[in-house]
């Protein structure tokens, strides 16, 4: 709305009404919900200060010791250095390769989770608003989309993008490549979440009164139908946040995602399984299980919101 | 005689099916009078609600106007294209809605609401629009109107809601109202404040008003003229008292007849037999004719016009000279 009329209240009342109210209160009543946040929240702090607090730059070669390297967690190296989770066939410290490679893993997660709700969101109030010719063709392209699994959709993405930006830059467009391709795998579910909820909206007679008024078809549904729908697509975007970090995993893995010179946990989880038959399990464990953590919790903390914000379940 | 505010010559809705074209508003005309308030009656699906949305343009593809036209001012607006029709909405005409629980957007307050109004159809700055949002809720009557401003619609009760309602409506200064049974979904202790309000407003706002309803007794009170409509046309149209007092065509008469009376001593209410035909399947003739106590010659076969030197036009062969059998073509 463009006029500026909310009455100013002090931050006091502002943080007593948001500690206040239901979400909050029923966040404060769910151990789950707050065990996932605090798990959430470490991993991403984590993240997010890795040059801080990783013992070693994990990928700053000249950092590294190939004496160093197999070192079981805890026990000291030949050259006499002790690793909290062990180091890998390079002498590269396990725990500072985790910090740095989350910061990528929850960097394409968030970008390409919002990539996807902004294309998806967009499409879908356009859809359902509109109807009629508009609505049939970008649901049909949704349905095509949803018949190819979203990996699949990324790896095509991925590839072709690689087909169009030259080789020299392969390397700096990886992780934006990989946002995009990710996106793009997965906007077809905010889309018809949204244009569901838009096809319920839009015949409630406030959208009739802003018709009405005369207000243009884009104001309305920017404007009144947009905060009216964006519920359950917050719950989507966090549950499809730990499978866009899964999926990025995955294509790293699968070696097509981010350039081994910016690991993220896939990068680290495929290093490591070449070790795990010969006894080094835990280059391969302890990423596995910071992924594993990471999107349990992120899926709990979605499962959470999916409840509190659902009104026939309070 | 001076140019009516709103004048709907002929105006014709279908709604294309897949058994075919359904008419839901056939050859309807009338005029609204500056100032003037016309009451439109009928029973459900009659169709009340979508001569109003014809005349604002909104009706809901696949429906469209399939003839006639409407003028506001002498001015042709059926025809617009849309974004010369939004401009219109809201600042020529305003409209008021039956259910004022769902008319209000629950996520904005409703000084917002009203603001965001004001300011599509004026340049006023926010401040001024504020100023104007206030003047308006303080006209409609919310007590402490400074406060309420920042209130959101769940804050209010139906009834103050309705106000609110209203002051959107009137937020543009329209020369014309159309109110889509705006009493309906309110107590009847709070129908009667709305409708005097809504007189008493337009008044003084200088407004026409389209008022649909189905309710005499809100007619009775508030029109100045009623339109009787059955089956998607008028059966008769005239000054509220001549309908109500002394009622022409057989259908208004049923209507008047099913009406609880507080004088006389009558036992049983007259009811009309049958009910409202489909739009699929309207009866030849006056769509009336098959329910009519008075059905006589020419009325399966010619549809009456809308006729009558008087002040009340009526569309029924009693009071017309019917033409005669012979030149019944089936």
């Known amino acids: ?31 789950v919900a707050i065990a996932a946040a605090l798990v959430v929240t470490i991993l991403l702090l984590g993240a997010a200060f890795a040059s801080l607090i990783a013992p070693q730059n994990a990928f700053d070669a000249a950092s590294l010791n190939l004496m160093d390297g197999f070192t079981r967690p805890g026990e000291a190296s030949a050259t006499g250095r002790v690793f909290l989770l062990g180091s890998d066939d390079q002498g590269r410290d396990v725990f500072s390769a985790i910090l740095y490679g989350s910061r990528v893993s929850l960097l394409v997660g968030f970008a390409s989770v919002i990539f996807s709700i902004a294309i998806g969101v967009t499409l879908g109030l356009i859809s359902g608003y509109l109807g009629g010719r508009t609505d049939a063709v970008i649901m049909r392209v949704a349905d095509i989309q949803l018949s190819f699994p979203a990996i699949l959709i990324a790896l095509l993405v991925f590839g072709v993008a690689r087909g169009l930006i030259a080789p020299q830059y392969h390397e700096n467009a990886a992780i934006g490549v990989l946002i995009v391709a990710i996106g793009l795998s997965n906007w077809a579910a905010y889309a018809r979440t949204v244009r569901g909820s838009t096809l319920v909206e839009k015949n409630k007679d406030y959208v009739m009164s802003a018709r009405v008024m005369g207000r243009p078809a884009f104001a309305i549904m920017g404007q009144h139908v947009l905060p009216n729908v964006i519920g359950p697509v917050l719950v989507i975007a966090t549950i499809n946040l730990a499978l866009a970090i899964i999926a990025e995993s995955t294509l790293s893995f699968l070696g097509v995602g981010v350039p081994p010179t910016q690991p993220s946990l896939g990068t680290l989880i495929r290093v490591g399984q070449q070790f795990l038959f010969s006894g080094e399990w835990w280059i391969l464990f302890y990423p596995a299980l910071d992924l594993v953590l990471l999107a349990l919790s992120i899926n709990l903390l979605g499962d959470w919101l999916r409840d509190a914000l659902n009104p026939k379940l309070r | 005689m001076t140019t009516p505010v709103l004048s709907v010559r ?79 909405r809201g600042k020529r005409i305003g409209m008021v809605f039956q259910d004022p629980l769902t008319s209000l957007n629950p996520l904005y307050r409703i000084g917002e609401q009203l603001i965001e109004t004001i300011q599509t159809h004026t340049t006023l700055s926010d401040s001024a629009a504020r100023r ?34 209203l002051a959107l409506a009137l937020a543009a200064e329209p020369e014309l109202v159309i109110a889509d049974e705006p009493t309906t979904a309110l107590d009847v202790s709070v129908q009667a404040q709305i409708i005097a309000l809504l007189k008493r407003l337009c008044r003084q706002h200088g407004a026409a008003v389209m008022l649909i309803t189905h309710d005499m007794g809100v007619i009775a009170e508030t029109a100045d003229r009623v339109a009787v409509m059955y089956a998607g046309r008028i059966a008769e149209i005239g000054p509220v008292r001549d309908v109500i007092k002394a009622p022409l065509h057989p259908y208004t008469k049923g209507l008047m007849g099913s009406i609880p009376s507080l004088v006389g001593d009558s036992d049983r209410l007259t009811q009309i037999p049958g009910s409202m035909p489909r739009l699929t399947a309207i009866p030849s003739g006056c769509a009336f004719h098959p329910r009519c106590p008075r059905c006589f010659t020419p009325c399966p076969t010619f549809r009456p016009e809308l006729q009558g030197e008087q002040k009340s036009q009526v569309a029924c062969w009693l009071y017309h000279p019917f033409p005669v059998t012979a030149e019944a073509v089936p």
């Open chain 2, 10 to 88: 002929n105006l014709k809705v279908e709604f294309p099916t897949r058994r075919g074209t359904l008419t839901a508003i056939d050859e309807v005309s009338f005029d609204i009078g500056p100032g003037e308030v016309l009451g439109v009656v009928g029973e459900s699906g009659a169709g009340k609600s979508i001569t109003g949305t014809a005349v604002i343009g909104l009706i809901e593809p696949p429906g469209r106007i399939g003839g006639g036209e409407v003028y506001l001012r002498g001015e042709r607006i059926d025809n617009l294209s849309q974004e010369a029709m939004r401009k219109i």
């Open chain 1, 1 to 31: 709305m463009r006029a500026p009329t909310a009455r100013q209240e002090g931050l006091g009342a502002r943080l007593w009404r948001a500690w206040d109210s239901d979400i909050a209160w029923s966040f404060r009543h769910s151990p």
């Open chain 2, 132 to 165: 104007r949002a206030l003047a308006l809720l303080t006209e409609v009557g919310i007590p402490a109107p400074e406060t309420r401003i920042d209130n959101y619609p769940h804050q209010f009760s139906g009834g103050m809601r309705q106000r609110v309602v």
